[in-house]
């Protein structure tokens, strides 16, 4: 008889999951080093802080993450709903204030009666008899917890990734620039700085050359290719920015009509619109030229930064030889590994991680053996992906290419490959899953 969880991590695949299980009557330890240790990316000692962006991605169902999270919505996600609650406007992203939601979320786990937090670091998975343990350690993983995977498992593998700049809205000269949406879709919740070809001349040169904060074992071919920095995308080409994320279709200036000849957009923050994010900016210039060269960019001339950019290395196992397909070490099936350090990518990824191993988990405790999700859902894709990848595991995100599909063009079925999606993940929790929706809550 399984008797309580220990969860080692309470970022956004452990919170969910220790909320999910906590709803269920089940015991949860849950062990987090912050604020007694730092990772280096988060910045406080809430739970579920989300590192860099503020964004949980589009909800555009035709778009692989829109999908996911419509599948997760079916699930009863607790993580999602509170995103729901912090939302700020961002198009048809899902953008939260991260202080409202990693403060709900906190609220949530702190006051949970089947919840007890344990401030610690974890240097190996405890050893207690008819329980189960999670590692939810994310990318930055503490290095001693680290060792023990390693002396158990092998070399962990890594990339690096980065971190955008914040900027305080009240440093924007708003005569400068315009407010809207790619392509009208939104509510005007976009600031834009346009930039005319001296402008971008301007800026991509002192980019290049900007300084860098060196790193230890730094190589690009480690950089993850849906984050690089800004300065490595410029070193790609001159033109690379302006048909990257500073690319300026879909961006017709207001009062003139016209479309520039590269646009930086800044996101909204938080809730007040005291705080604004650069798009697409990730980076690891030192903090002088942080600030330098984002002061060259139209609008931007005075703007005082509130989080620098920072780069950071990312660490994950080779999920594809050590776990099964329920995220299950195959040699000690008690315990489970989600989120980054399992090789999924993204907040919704390790959310939708720590939902799935929750599902299994509570199975275990009604005594019921454990289910894999539908091959046809985002989710079931996703983690078969990971678990049959074959050579070294390259972390993975939700794409429409990892389903199944067998006519020509997914891109052109999408719609199809949604539809059925969907109604595999319906047709799950009222089947095999049911147990996971019909449950009495503590
Ligand atoms: C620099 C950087 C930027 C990123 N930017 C984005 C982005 O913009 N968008 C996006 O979708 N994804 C981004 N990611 C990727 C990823 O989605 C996030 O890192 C996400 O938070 C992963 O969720 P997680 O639950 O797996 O880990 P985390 O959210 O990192 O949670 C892990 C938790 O475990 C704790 N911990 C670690 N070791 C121990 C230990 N030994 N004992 C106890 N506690 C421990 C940590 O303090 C932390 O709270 C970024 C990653 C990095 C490193």
């Not at 957009?265 to 600030?291: C, D, I």
């Not at 678990?387 to 990892?402: A, D």
Request: aromatic share 8%; charged share 25%; proline share 5%.
């Amino acid at each position: 008889m399984m008797k309580s969880v220990h969860v080692i991590g309470g970022g956004l695949a452990g919170s969910e999951l220790a909320l999910q299980l906590a709803n269920r009557g089940i015991k949860v330890y849950l062990h987090e080093m912050r604020p007694l240790e730092s990772t280096g990316v988060h910045k406080t000692d809430k739970f579920a802080e989300l590192v860099c962006s503020n964004s949980l991605k589009s909800e555009d169902l035709m778009n692989a993450e829109g999908s996911l999270k419509a599948e997760l919505r079916i699930l009863n996600s607790i993580l999602l709903g509170v995103a729901e609650k912090c939302r700020v406007p961002a198009g048809k992203a899902l953008a939260v204030d991260r202080e409202c939601f990693s403060q709900r979320v906190s609220q949530m786990i702190d006051s949970h009666p089947n919840i007890e937090v344990i401030r610690e670091v974890v240097t190996k998975p405890p050893e207690e008899k008819e329980s189960i343990c999670v590692l939810a350690t994310g990318p930055a993983t503490h290095e001693k917890l680290m060792e023990y995977l390693e002396g158990k498992y092998g070399k962990l593998l890594h990339f690096f990734d980065a971190v955008s700049p914040i900027v305080y809205a009240e440093t924007i000269d708003f005569s400068k620039v315009f407010v809207g949406d790619r392509y009208g879709k939104g509510s005007g919740d976009y600031i834009n700085c346009p930039m005319d070809e001296e402008d971008y001349r301007t800026f991509w040169e002192s980019l290049v050359n900007a300084k860098v904060v060196p790193m230890e074992d730094f190589d690009r071919k480690y950089l993850f290719q849906r984050c690089q920095p800004i300065e490595e995308i410029a070193r790609s080409g001159y033109d690379a920015l302006r048909f990257g994320p500073l690319r300026p279709v879909g961006l017709k200036d207001p009062e003139t009509g016209r479309t520039h000849y590269a646009v930086v957009q800044l996101r909204r923050e938080n809730l007040e619109g005291s705080l604004y994010s650069l798009v697409g900016f990730q980076t690891r210039l030192t903090w002088k030229e942080q600030k330098r060269v984002l002061r060259l960019i139209p609008g931007l001339e005075k703007v005082e930064i509130a989080r620098y950019g920072v780069m950071h290395r990312n660490s994950y196992i080779e999920a594809n030889k050590i776990l099964d397909i329920y995220l299950r070490c195959r040699d000690e099936p008690s315990t489970f590994i989600v989120g980054q350090l399992a090789g999924f990518e993204g907040y919704v990824s390790a959310i939708a991680t720590g939902l799935y191993a929750a599902i299994n988990i509570h199975r275990m405790y009604l005594g019921l053996s454990p289910v894999t999700l539908p091959s046809t859902t985002i989710l079931g894709a996703l983690v078969k992906a990971v678990i049959e990848y074959r050579g070294e595991l390259k972390p993975l995100y939700p794409n429409f290419g990892i389903l199944p599909f067998e006519g020509k063009s997914r891109l052109k079925n999408r719609g199809v490959i949604v539809k059925r999606a969907l109604s595999s993940m319906e047709k799950f929790v009222k089947g095999e899953g049911a147990p996971w929706l019909v449950f009495k809550s503590a």
